[in-house]
């Protein structure tokens, strides 16, 4: 049995001290601290960025760093970011954007970009009084919170609407103030905290100081920001005439293509398994460009999800029809994303996916994202329902295993060639390179 020991004062250590501590986890501490090491950045000054983003650092984990070109998306061309693991994410996004660049591009719009908060509390009073006062409970915590809004309200953004729901259906004398919020180009997500932690004591005070209220009653629970941002929503589509999809695969008509597309789509919107992998499909393109551009990816995945289950069953994100002569394909969702605060200015490679994308406003940035989630969709659904999805994924699988298998780039285009026809697995690859250098 292993001995369990708690580490006291862990994070006041040094970061030479908490590496050599990790490290002594490992089979062999010392290249262990050496590999480490080697992943920090070599500038001083971006060393100490990264360590700033969180706690305990002792290393960076580098991910790639691609772009994905020829996003032509309401009328402008954009060459997009993309941080993921995933090796065939970049290449399918990059493939079906070339694809609709020539077919009119992607449309997109933003519906909305309300945000929600929400303090939770108990009130043991009467709550049909406390409803009567809303409004001038609410005038109470508009002043009260001035001094954290008035920045926010210079750039155009503020608390919108504040209301009280009666949730006593959930838990005995549970209401929330349910609050809307503006924050204009930036994710927000500080700016409603603040405003929410102020409407607590602010309610508080109100309660204390108005006749026929009674502080005692009430109890503030959580004051948090929601990120169910279904009033933050943004809507990318494609679009074409069904002869320009034609010969997808030799072979295969326009129409024959969307007809079993759109039959891939409505299946993703009917049964949950399908519908999450679909759905996962589609937060590949996403969340790649949040990351890259230093945004919570966290925050869109559980909005998105929560959204794709708003009937009650979750359901594919996007949608497609076909009609007499055109092909439709359409994904909403989610996005609520900041151009500026957070990471997005701070960490030198979120500030230079910004300039790639010609520092679009948040706006901008959500149809951009909007439009990869759905280049990867399609990407995705159109090889599933033609080719299949293993040829492109074993392509790049073939290069990962050269890569692992320290192949020279002649070895490689030896191997890439021969295996041009044949079914990849790390084995027959190690076995074939085996062959060329022994006949070296
Ligand atoms: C793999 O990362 C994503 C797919 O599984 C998406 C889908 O099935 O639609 C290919």
């Not at 929600?116 to 508009?142: C, S, T, W």
């Amino acid at each position: 049995m292993t001995e369990k020991k708690i580490l006291q004062g862990f994070s006041r250590l040094t970061p030479l001290e908490k590496l050599h501590i990790a490290a002594g986890n490992c089979a062999h501490p010392e290249t262990t601290e050496e590999l480490l090491l080697s992943f920090l950045h070599p500038d001083p000054q971006i060393r100490e960025i990264l360590a700033g983003i969180s706690e305990n650092t002792i290393s960076a984990y580098p991910l790639p760093y691609s772009v994905a070109p020829n996003f032509f998306i309401n009328g402008r061309m954009y060459m997009v970011p993309m941080v993921v693991e995933e090796s065939s994410v970049v290449a399918a996004a990059s493939s079906a954007a070339r694809f609709w660049a020539v077919r009119g591009g992607f449309h997109a719009q933003v519906h909305g970009m309300v945000k929600n908060g929400q303090l939770h509390f108990l009130y043991r009073g009467d709550g049909g009084k406390l409803q009567e006062a809303m409004p001038e409970v609410e005038i109470y915590l508009r002043k009260f919170t001035a001094v954290v809004t008035a920045k926010m309200e210079k750039r155009g953004g503020g608390i919108k609407t504040i209301r009280l729901k009666n949730r006593t259906d959930i838990l005995p004398h549970y209401y929330q103030l349910h609050a809307e919020f503006d924050t204009s180009d930036a994710m927000g997500a500080n700016f409603i905290n603040s405003c929410l932690e102020e409407f607590a004591s602010g309610l508080d005070q109100y309660l204390g100081d108005t006749p026929g209220f009674h502080k005692s009653d009430y109890e503030p629970l959580m004051a948090i920001l929601s990120n169910y941002s279904d009033g933050c929503l943004v809507e990318a589509s494609v679009h074409c005439p069904l002869r320009q999809l034609d010969e997808i695969v030799p072979g295969m008509t326009g129409l024959e293509f969307a007809r079993r597309f759109v039959m891939a789509v409505d299946i993703a919107s009917s049964d949950v398994y399908r519908a999450v992998t679909h759905n996962k499909g589609i937060m590949n393109g996403v969340d790649a460009v949040v990351l890259a551009t230093g945004n919570d990816f966290r925050a869109i995945e559980a909005g998105a999800h929560a959204w794709a289950a708003r009937s009650g069953q979750y359901r594919s994100l996007s949608r497609a029809s076909l009609d007499e002569h055109d092909f439709h394909f359409t994904l909403t969702m989610p996005m609520a994303l900041g151009s500026i605060g957070g990471l997005t200015r701070l960490h030198p490679l979120a500030a230079k996916s910004m300039e790639i994308l010609g520092m679009p406003g948040a706006r901008e940035l959500m149809m951009i994202a909007a439009a990869t989630g759905l280049a990867n969709n399609f990407a995705a659904l159109r090889s599933l329902t033609t080719t299949g999805i293993q040829a492109g994924h074993m392509r790049m699988h073939l290069s990962n295993i050269l890569m692992q298998l320290k192949a020279t780039p002649e070895e490689s285009a030896v191997i890439n060639e021969y295996f041009a026809d044949k079914k990849v697995s790390y084995q027959a690859v190690a076995d074939k390179l085996a062959g060329l250098r022994n006949k070296q």
